[in-house]
């Protein structure tokens, strides 16, 4: 049975930007004569990029000659580490390493907060000369410093110390820097090539050599290194091999694992199944055991030898366990006893006790990367109490394989082997995913569907990146519109992300996190794999299809729905999902539903999805399971109180989660957060699937009980909120942790995890306080969302492809229709899509009456006025509240349109604000606002050049419109619109009722605007005599059509009185004013005034006429 299931922990998920002045460089020369060494702060050079920043630069350049051949090998060098792991401190707290390019570069950084807090690269002179096994890492706790041992590959032996503070605090900068490391000789590895290092009592060091030999270092007061060898002839041997030709075989004498014990005694095991027991005070040799005879296991099964370097070796008080490679492996475990009395010489013997088999397939090659020994780790089984826990890794290829081998008393005899899924609840959605769609045959004539942004959401961003660009180098490109070419896509996309995600989880170390928590450390940076011990829930999923004999009423009735739901297609249980939510969302139950309300909703699901997609056979079969059990409203009533939401009663006794003290975190802890947001995934999509299931076997049948009622109305509630956490799980599971702490921490930052039962206790305060038992209106969830990615218009988050999951798959389908206030968040969440805005402005202008908004609001609207961020919405919402709150409304909607260059729905909502400011004479509107309104209108007509409108709307509007403000638009009009003068002439000339078309008024801002384009000094600054003809046509017209002759004529004089150099023109304009003059029926009125202001006559024009 597998009691543990696996949890994705990547600390780069939560998209927090990297920081340059937390990133700290130091780069050790190259040179290896000197300790010289360089430091940087951030960026320096191109030449001097940090690692977090060269792998930045590898993934927004595109992949340039890739081939399917280098996808492996480039990805490893540019995105992965060589090996990573944690180390515990005196204090509590952990710092994560990563070894990379080839063991040649180290990077430090606290586990809690990498991306936030301080990230240190240490580039070597040289790499490690045998990978991590020749890397020490050590807490000085006298010193409180980090010291870091290498012996390079050139030989040397470097030595570094960093002040635990500096690493820990991003603001701490106590390194020194001219006295941080130094560069030894101490020993000539030329001929002895270190196998191993180990740091041992009193900062000394125990090197082994690849020949099996022994060497201790120790630091001198006067800061130098002195050698000590251990009395063996390995040294002797080596000198041979050396000088000879014929090498003597030392493979089987090759060390492939050390342990010290009792900081006096040095456990070796050799390559040959040897068992050395060393001195360390004398350096003499203890004790030797052939490991390879006195088991039954080698005598009928093939051995093999052991790969690698590894820890094969790990012991717990005087209980020592060894893995040894007979077979698949086998764990010979025994005792040590220490002879240490005094006046006696140091001895130590070892007794095995039992020898267990792994219980790995024989049809798979594994190979053991790591072991720990944990004597707390409470599994939640039926056994009895472990005694201990050895909890082991093991690899295949880059596959993963946790197990726990559980002893379950001091004898060593009775033994359990614990399983667990070493696949997320992410990794089997992407299973079903990829299968329902490699399954889903579609034609064109349906809905073009996209599955590739649906799978890309599974992985990470540097991920899908890498995959993207690689595909794209390789001309493999995808097609919205083309299903076969989609296809194609989607099937070398998923297989290249499955891929690199393996690589990226491929573990490299084991680390048991505050001595409860297992944690896999993986090849990818910032990137662990969490164990959780399952709920009693999560093991009835993982485990459904494991029938064992003691099962419970509730395990077995989840294995018979389960077993009868998985023969339905797949393709239509996410149809049915949306049909419980709109019944939770909906409200199709009222208060006083009776039976036959919920029998009559489940008939309709039934009739629309189910009937005929079933074989009755199946169907039959499951009438026959639910009938052998005494009372399902008893099973239900036990599922909803006891696993559903109390945590704490799914657990063994050995956990109790309710005598946890919960430590609030006052700063960001990233790492805990997400053991808690994913945790909370795992267990909120493992419980949804159990009542999608429960749900629709209620679809088929029939029933009048109304204890039914309560079970089935209770399970549509629940599974319609876990709904919205899964899906605002899916946009932003930071955001979304980020609002759990809120509502359930002291602080806002969520918990300190350090125990199982601490995570099951705080998942409890969350399903119950935050998820379940939420007020109905106005989610606190969605809001947080809707208030980002809505109202926060200059936010981060402005990201439309979001925005639209935002609305389609949250905010429509958890609205109530009849809810004023969610058909307001669908108009907002609709007009900020980018591509919705004529849906939103119907959703909008169905308001009739927005007062009735105005007390309902949700607070993040309510309090949009206090909120320092600026939203465009707020003059919008401010409006319910205003006495002329109709009209208001619809002016800043459309101001709202208009900001986003939809001025036809801006045109529509101003016409209709200034309509009900005029029908609503009992409200008194500031001038203000009458001014705000037609200068709103103004300017979106100007927009469609709707002359007509625009030039009616100026000259009613003095009312509200000053004569700057009109004069104003008036001259935008007549010098940037070159319709708009013919347009207002021709109104004028064709003015049909009594009087001018333009008021008295109007027309001097517009003779006035026509003037004053003129310069009177033009032609003498030689303007084209054609351009300022045509301006003194235009006041020539304007002054005709207006019935102001004589000021017509006077224009033309004026004009024509410049004309000294163009003879035919200025007889035409004296023509023309001949004309207008000749005109009036009394001879004293036949005059006008030049520009001079001097009269002129008739006659004095006829006789200038013929004097030309």
């Known amino acids: 049975m597998s009691l543990l299931s696996k949890l994705d922990v990547n600390l780069d998920q939560f998209h927090y930007p990297s920081k340059e002045e937390n990133i700290i460089n130091l780069h050790l020369n190259h040179n ?23 792998l930045e630069e590898s993934i927004s350049n595109p992949i340039s000659k890739c081939t399917s051949n280098t996808i492996s090998h480039d990805f490893n060098e540019n995105y992965l ?117 180990h740091s041992i009592l009193g900062n000394q060091f125990l090197i082994v050599f690849e020949d099996g030999g022994l060497l201790n270092l120790k630091w001198t007061n006067n800061l130098e290194m002195e050698c000590f060898l251990f009395n063996d002839n390995s040294y002797l041997k080596s000198l041979t091999n050396y000088f000879s030709r014929k090498k003597t075989d030392s493979e089987l004498n090759r060390a492939v694992s050390c342990l010290i014990y009792q900081d006096k005694i040095l456990l070796i095991l050799t390559k040959g199944c ?49 893995f040894l490679p007979f077979a698949n492996g086998v764990f010979q475990i025994g005792k040590l006893e220490v002879n240490s009395e005094i006046n006696s010489p140091l001895s130590l013997t070892f007794e095995s006790k039992n020898i267990i ?56 005899k009775n033994y359990e082997w614990i399983e667990s899924i070493n696949k997320t609840i992410n990794d089997l959605e992407i299973e079903t995913f990829i299968a329902n769609q490699n399954s889903n045959k579609r034609n064109s004539s349906e809905k073009i569907y996209n599955p590739v942004e649906k799978l890309k959401k599974y992985y990470s961003d540097e991920i899908v990146e890498y995959a993207e660009n690689f595909l794209s180098a390789n001309n493999i490109t995808n097609d919205d519109n083309n299903l076969d070419k989609q296809r194609e896509y989607f099937a070398n996309l998923a297989t290249i992300l499955k891929d690199l995600k393996v690589s990226c989880d491929e573990g490299t170390s084991l680390t048991i996190y505050q001595d409860d928590i297992i944690l896999i ?50 393709g239509i249980l996410p149809k049915i999902s949306e049909e419980f939510i709109e019944l939770s969302s909906k409200n199709k139950f009222k208060q006083n539903s009776s039976a036959n309300d919920v029998t009559t909703e489940m008939t309709k699901i039934f009739k629309e999805q189910l009937e005929g997609k079933f ?158 038992n939420y007020p109905k209106t106005f989610n606190p969830f969605i809001m947080k969302f809707f208030e980002a990615y809505v109202l926060c218009t200059n936010s981060e988050h402005n990201d439309y492809i979001i925005i639209n999951e935002l609305l389609e798959t949250i905010i429509i389908p958890f609205s109530n229709d009849n809810n004023l206030v969610d058909n307001l968040l669908i108009g907002m969440n609709e007009f900020q899509c980018g591509d919705k805005y004529e849906k939103s402005f119907f959703k909008f202008t169905e308001f009739k009456d927005v007062r009735k908004l105005k007390d309902i609001l949700p607070e993040c609207l309510r309090n949009l006025s206090e909120n320092e961020f600026t939203s465009t919405w707020k003059p919008l919402i401010e409006s319910f509240s205003e006495e002329n709150y109709q009209s208001k409304y619809m002016y800043e909607l459309s101001c709202l349109f208009t900001q986003v260059n939809q001025f036809e729905f801006g045109l529509k909502c101003i016409k209709e604000s200034i309509g009900i400011s005029m029908t609503s004479i009992e409200i008194d509107e500031p001038l203000n606002f009458k001014q705000l309104q037609y200068k709103q209108y103004l300017d979106i007509l100007m927009k469609f050049n709707l002359n007509v409108e625009i030039i009616e709307v100026l000259k009613s509007s003095s009312e509200y419109l ?76 304007l002054r005709i059509v207006n019935n102001r002759e004589r000021s017509a004529a006077e224009i033309l004089m004026e004009f024509a009185s410049q004309l000294n150099n163009d003879i035919l023109l200025q007889k035409k304009c004296l023509l023309i004013v001949s004309n207008i003059l000749n005109t009036f029926d009394h001879e004293d009125d036949k005059w006008l005034l030049n520009s001079e202001g001097e009269i002129i006559t008739y006659q004095d024009i006829s006789s200038a006429i013929n004097k030309i």
Request: proline residues 3%; glycine residues 4%; contains cysteine.
């Open 32 to 54: 290896s004569d000197n300790n010289s060494f360089t430091y940087t702060d951030g960026i320096e050079n191109e030449d001097d990029i940090d690692l977090d920043l060269e």
């Open 81 to 197: 580490c060589d090996y990573s792991n944690i180390i515990s401190l005196i204090n509590g707290q952990y710092i994560s390493y990563q070894l990379s390019h080839d063991f040649s570069t180290i990077t430090i950084s606290p586990l809690s907060d990498p991306r936030l807090g301080k990230t240190i690269n240490i580039f070597l002179p040289s790499k490690s000369i045998n990978r991590q096994h020749t890397i020490n890492f050590k807490e000085d706790i006298t010193s409180s410093m980090l010291t870091v041992s290498i012996i390079l590959k050139n030989g040397q032996f470097l030595f570094i110390e960093l002040p635990i503070e500096y690493i820990l605090n991003k603001n701490d900068n106590s390194l020194n820097l001219n006295n941080y490391f130094k560069l030894l000789k101490p020993y000539d590895f030329t001929i002895r090539i270190p196998n191993l290092m």
């Open 274 to 322: 040897q068992l050395k027991i060393w001195d360390l005070e004398k350096f003499t040799l203890l004790n030797q055991y052939d490991l390879s005879q006195g088991n039954n296991l080698t005598d009928s099964i093939p051995t093999r030898s052991f790969e690698n370097i590894g820890k094969y070796l790990i012991n717990y008080q005087d209980i020592l366990i060894i």
């Open 357 to 412: 088999p792994a219980k790995l397939s024989t049809t798979s090659i594994w190979s053991l990367i790591d072991i720990q020994l944990n004597n707390t780790l409470e599994l939640n089984h039926d056994s009895d109490e472990s005694f201990l826990n050895l909890v082991i890794l093991w690899k295949s290829g880059n596959l993963n394989k946790l197990q726990i081998l559980s002893i379950n008393n001091t004898n060593f």
């Open 521 to 570: 450390n993986t090849a990818r940076k910032w990137n662990y794999g969490i164990y959780k011990i399952n709920v009693s829930l999560e093991n009835m999923y993982y485990n459904i299809y494991n029938k064992t004999g003691n099962e419970n009423e509730i395990s077995r009735y989840l294995r018979v729905i389960n077993g009868f739901v998985k023969t339905l297609p797949s």
């Open 615 to 772: 074989e009755l056979g199946n169907l039959q079969l499951l009438f026959n399971e639910l009938e052998t059990f005494d009372n399902i409203v008893e099973v239900l009533n036990n599922l909803i109180g006891n696993y559903l939401i109390p945590l704490n009663r799914q657990l063994s006794s050995s956990i109790d989660s309710e005598n946890h003290m919960l430590i609030d975190s006052i700063i960001p802890d990233d790492f805990s957060k997400s053991i808690i947001v994913e945790s909370l995934n795992q267990l909120i999509n493992i419980q949804n699937a159990f009542i999608l299931q429960i749900l629709i076997t209620f679809t088929f049948l029939e029933f009048s009980e109304e204890y039914l009622l309560k079970q089935i109305e209770k399970l549509i509630q629940i599974y319609s909120k876990q709904k919205i956490f899964m899906r605002l799980y899916e946009i932003n599971k930071g955001l979304l942790i980020d609002e759990v702490f809120q509502i359930t921490s002291k602080y806002g930052k969520g918990i300190k995890i350090s125990s199982y039962g601490e995570l099951f206790y705080y998942l409890e305060v969350i399903i119950n306080n935050s998820i379940i």
């Open 962 to 1037: 000053n004569t700057e403000i009109r004069s104003s638009y008036y001259k935008t009009l007549l010098l940037n619109y070159p319709d708009f003068f013919s347009t207002l002439l021709k109104l004028c000339r064709g003015h049909n009722n009594d009087g001018l078309y333009l008021p008295l008024e109007d027309y001097e801002i517009v003779d006035s605007i026509l003037i004053s384009s003129i310069d009177s000094n033009s032609l003498q600054q030689h303007y084209p005599v054609e351009k300022l003809w045509s301006k003194y046509k235009k006041i020539y017209c």
